[in-house]
């Protein structure tokens, strides 16, 4: 069964190779996303090492002159996209977004460098990413942190990656709708509308990048010129695990100031994290900059936050929490709490489990002590495959497949898990 479903899994980051870069998925998102790109390469590796180092370079190919990589790069036009790069107007020679995505490609690179077969390429690869892993990690604190708090603040929605989640419903009201012209969403042709963001939520994503683009995508004013600026503790995991990894890559490499610079920031990080701790619910929450308040919405980003090398006792609580949830979601680990009434199974990030998401929590928990619960995921990632597919994204309580098909990064994940049995050595 194991190696039946790894070559399903190959044979769909083959279908979606373009060459130098791979889709998530033909149609719904056809062009190359950030972070779909470094988790894809992880299992890219397990069959062509070469393929998975170009996968990041290409991204890292479009990296912005202060430092930022885009979540999107627009290589090639496509009409069955919106919004394209026409509503951006960054003004790029390749078009990208203005905005950015979890910073996985630290964590990434490191675990691509300690498995390599072939060193040299390992070696010369890593060498060259390391500066630009190093100065995107840099641009996040100088211009998602401007009050030097330890932690960074995403400034739309989609930088998250949880494009719809829960945590944002009160903050996104103060996002308006003004001056909004009539759009023709793709997304909806492509999936069913009802597991997708809401035409209101669409408005409002638009907004904001209307007000970046007046603002000429410049990164010293974005940060406070956005009504959205949401401290996420899934985000700042990932961040905080990408830096205490890039210092690993650089002393490994012989690079002494990026391995300093690196520590620091994720001790940093790791010590700011606690005020984002809910010791009822077990997990960390969402802190909302422009009200001053912590989000009183129990989702996933409290439990991603595992990723990092945060303190042992907080890895075993959040181990529970998740058990407690099993409770209520027969498929592991939904993206809200299913006993909250906003919860729903089928919409986008309101409800449903992500592999991705999984794959980064089982990772945290296994290196910090919880093998049982990061096997149980593990395990209830692989029974959802078997059982629906290798869809965009699964009902915690049906199954249900939802989104895309044939989806890039879970087959990605999919390989990871059943070949990838030394991940814990990062």
């Excluded at 202060?66 to 107007?89: A, C, L, Q, R």
């Excluded at 869809?391 to 915690?396: H, K, L, N, R, S």
Aim: hydrophobic content about 40%; glycine content about 6%; overall charge negative.
């Amino acid at each position: 069964m194991s190696e039946t479903l790894i070559g399903q899994a190959a044979e769909i980051l083959r279908k979606n190779d373009l060459g130098d870069y791979t889709v998530p998925t033909h149609g719904l998102y056809p062009f190359q996303w950030n972070w779909d790109s470094c988790l894809t390469a992880l299992g890219q590796a397990h069959f062509d090492e070469a393929r998975a180092w170009t996968e990041i370079e290409t991204l890292f190919a479009h990296q912005w002159e202060d430092g930022m990589v885009p979540h999107i790069v627009f290589h090639k036009e496509d009409e069955g996209y919106f919004p394209g790069p026409d509503v951006w107007g960054t003004g790029r020679p390749v078009p990208t977004t203005g905005i950015t995505q979890p910073p996985v490609a630290g964590f990434a690179v490191l675990r691509l460098f300690q498995r390599a077969k072939d060193r040299e390429l390992a070696e010369r690869k890593a060498r060259a990413l390391l500066p630009k892993i190093n100065a995107w990690h840099e641009w996040f604190y100088r211009c998602r942190d401007p009050q030097d708090t330890g932690l960074v603040a995403v400034i739309h929605p989609w930088e998250t990656g949880r494009d719809n989640s829960i945590d944002w419903d009160e903050a996104f009201e103060r996002v308006p709708t003004d001056g909004v012209p009539p759009f023709t969403r793709r997304d909806t042709q492509h999936a069913n509308p009802d597991h997708r963001p809401t035409q209101a939520q669409y408005e409002r994503y638009i907004w904001l990048v209307q007000k970046f683009r007046s603002l000429e995508w410049d990164n010293t004013k974005l940060h406070n010129a956005s009504p959205f600026r949401i401290v996420d503790p899934g985000f700042n995991g990932i961040l905080q695990r990408s830096c205490n990894d890039l210092a690993i890559l650089a002393e490994s490499l012989g690079d002494a100031a990026i391995a300093a610079a690196s520590k620091k920031r994720t001790a940093r990080g790791i010590a700011a994290m606690e005020a984002l701790w809910d010791a009822r619910l077990g997990q960390y929450k969402c802190y909302d900059r422009v009200a001053d308040t912590l989000i009183d919405s129990p989702s996933v980003a409290g439990i991603l936050a595992s990723i990092a090398p945060i303190p042992i006792e907080r890895k075993a609580a959040i181990a529970k929490r998740i058990e407690t949830l099993t409770e209520s979601a027969p498929y592991l680990v939904p993206s809200h709490d299913p006993t909250d009434p906003r919860f729903d199974g089928l919409r986008y990030w309101r409800g449903p489990v992500w592999l991705i998401v999984n794959y980064m929590i089982s990772d945290g928990l296994r290196l910090g002590g919880q093998p049982h619960i990061a096997d149980r995921i593990d395990q209830s990632s692989l029974e959802l495959i078997e059982k629906s597919g290798f869809a965009e994204y699964y009902d915690p309580a049906t199954a249900e497949p939802c989104g895309g098909t044939t989806f890039t990064w879970t087959a990605a994940m999919v390989i990871e898990i059943l070949a990838g049995s030394d991940r814990a050595a990062a």
